[in-house]
């Protein structure tokens, strides 16, 4: 609904204006080159330190074998957690700070913390073997995922804008166990190939062998699936209302909670007995994981639900065409859009759809947290940032969308009126609702009501006020999958004519 000004006024300061007029400078730890160079020169200190502890337990050859071996799920792993975050791709800069919080910073403290409560434990029951026991079944648990939580925790708490649902904390705490994964892995696997130089063991049965085996080739998803169930509770949390406080905190620890648990068991299934390693990786381990493959999967999908049925009020209000909310909640036809894009302009023309996609993506969940309730004060201003962005792009990113969504809509059955059509594709006078037009990519429904209204209209076209009496409906049927085209068909009455350039 067009019924706010082109150009909201903004405030002119974050918050408003000073109450007693007077304008202060910010502090100077809160400026973002202070915080990002204290990031900076942490995880790097750490990095060197956690370099340093791992080449003196494994020798100069050892970190070598283990870093080469180490090296090879990573990008599989990252890759894995980049296409779950396809729908709403985060900035690379927070992953790259994910994976070095836990290369680095989470496995510093993982090693210090773990080798002093040992200690500690050996030299208080004087029993080596029961405090090596119970360092690996519940100090490194606890000391290992709080670590790894805590980078997810600053995501959260610094990126919040980022950060908007359970799809982004998976991604962050998946990331930032695969750092601390490769790290611990350098550790173990120069280890084992320090004990075979030592024995003379050589090929499949060397210690080195079965260490890559258990760690690389059947357990590399381990570190990530417990740390993603903390990820899991910031997703929540991120989908409460400012005013849930309890649940904003109770979510998350809880999550942590069922890491802290999942990661002591499988710490512990090698004191089970022989199988006990076997029968808690059947047993627990690979359900766990297809458990939460099929729970990020779904709420992939959910989300492109999301930006099928938020869309289409931009597209009654002219910001958008007809057909590209469908183009753009089907990741087949994003792909096809991008491929159009660079086959017929250029790779940096496919950034621009890309970019495009991205943007309308936020902008769908950005009205979606609005309609329940969830947006921030600054909503109006980022619905706005966000309508321009589009906008810039549009010359762009319409042809493709337009292009991919004719390639991926389904056939729609439309009964011809007694007397012929005429006009371009698309457009002509519909028996039912006068001076109509259907796109062809089409499913009505119910219309949404108590929706925000949406910010202004494009430039250079009016601006329409649509009240209770004014119907329109978007969606789609429940006999059609989540793939099928998007409709959107105008009942009469007024309608913001197309844009000259559209």
Known sequence: MAISPPFPPCPPYPGGAPEDGVLRHAHWWQHRWVRYGALITLLTLSGLVILALVREQTGTEGFLVGLGLAVLPVPLLVAAFRWLDRVEPGPWRNLVFAFAWGACA???????ANSFATRWIATATADPSSADTLGAT???PIVEESAKAAAVLLVFLF????FTGIVDGVVIAGVTATGFAFTENILYLGTAFGTDQLTGDTGIASVTAATFFVRVIMSPFAHPLFTVLTGIGFGVAALSGDRQHLRRVLVPLCGLLLAMGMHALWN????FGEF????VYAAFMVPAFGLLTWLVVWTRQRELRTVREELPAYTAAGWLTPAEPFALGSMRARRLAREYAGRHLGKPAAREVARYEAYATSLAFLRHRGRRGRAGADFLVRERELLNELWRRKDVARPALDHAARMTAPPVRVTAPPWPLYGVYGYGQGPAHGQGHTTGFGHPTAPVYGSPPVYGSPPGQPSYGYGPGHQ?????????GPENGLGTRYPSGPYPAPHPHQ
Do not use: E, K, M, N
């Not at 990126?159 to 980022?162: K, V």
């Not at 512990?268 to 004191?271: A, D, I, K, L, V």
């Not at 329109?472 to 059609?480: E, N, S, V």
């Open 472 to 480: 329109y409906g978007y969606g789609y049927p429940a006999a059609h």
């Open 106 to 112: 989470a496995a510093l403290i993982a090693i210090i």
């Open 276 to 279: 006990g390693f076997f029968a």
């Open 159 to 162: 990126r919040r804008r980022d």
């Open 268 to 271: 512990g299934s090698s004191s």
């Open 138 to 140: 519940v100090i490194a």
